[in-house]
């Protein structure tokens, strides 16, 4: 009797061989991979809905997502109905987390882990200066947050991207990008499921929180990698 799955079933090589290739994947380079292809998603979907204004990343380190966030953005101008003028802000202390609270203690999340340099990180994207308008805000959100949007001369997000790991940092990020967000505007957290899947920690408990005394209604965009996830 031939099997329901077909031929292909018992190619066991094959399946072997498929097996091999994913087992030797790094499982945090497959959450990159989706990351960067989440970041492509949402600049071809904002470029088709016409959602206009800024990208603003929270938690940059070594420029990799913010790098490919410029290219993502070059890559699907072509689908804008009116030429948008995204501007590109990234905001870092580009020395780690600072004091740690006690809610936000994890045992990945330490300075030691994030190792990087705000002199690296302009060099990294200078390639890109000159065609694309990219500030880099550098300092911990707890004082750079202070300023509102508009002190940066922000109006509008059409992306909000946060990869700073913590409740707290999220927090202060959201806070800060409530007077901007606008129908269509894209938030994607990085580290939506970390803490095990609690509600009350990370970035979840920030965005629950937020989305309850804003009010604002959300539909999920889809999730990436190993923890990472986006809403409308
Ligand atoms: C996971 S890394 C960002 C990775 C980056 N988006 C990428 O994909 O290449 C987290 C970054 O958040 C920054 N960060 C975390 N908490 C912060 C805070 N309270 N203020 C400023 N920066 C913070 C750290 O310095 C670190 O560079």
Known sequence: MSSKFGFLSRL????DLVSLFISSIDPPIIHTLEKYLMLSKIFYYTANENIEGD?????????????H?????KKNRKYEKTASS????????FDGFGKIEKIDEHPFYEDSNFPTSYHKVCKRIKRFS????????????????????????IEKARIIFIDSDTYSAARDALNFCHPIIQLGTVI????LLTY??????????AFNEFLK???????????????????I
């Open 55 to 67: 990208y603003l990343e929270f938690g940059v380190f070594s420029g990799s997502s913010f790098s």
């Open 86 to 93: 995204t501007r590109f802000f990234g905001f870092d202390s």
């Open 213 to 231: 005394y804003t009010g604002i209604e959300v539909i999920e965009f889809g999730k990436y990698g190993i923890v990472g996830g986006g809403s």
């Open 188 to 191: 994607v957290f990085d580290e």
């Open 12 to 15: 066991y090589f094959l399946q």
């Open 196 to 205: 095990k899947g609690r509600k009350d920690a990370g970035e979840a408990k």
């Open 69 to 73: 966030a410029i290219r993502a953005y």
């Open 130 to 153: 000159g065609k694309f308008d990219i500030t880099l805000v550098k300092g911990f959100f707890n004082e750079t947050l202070q300023h509102s949007a508009a002190y940066y001369g």
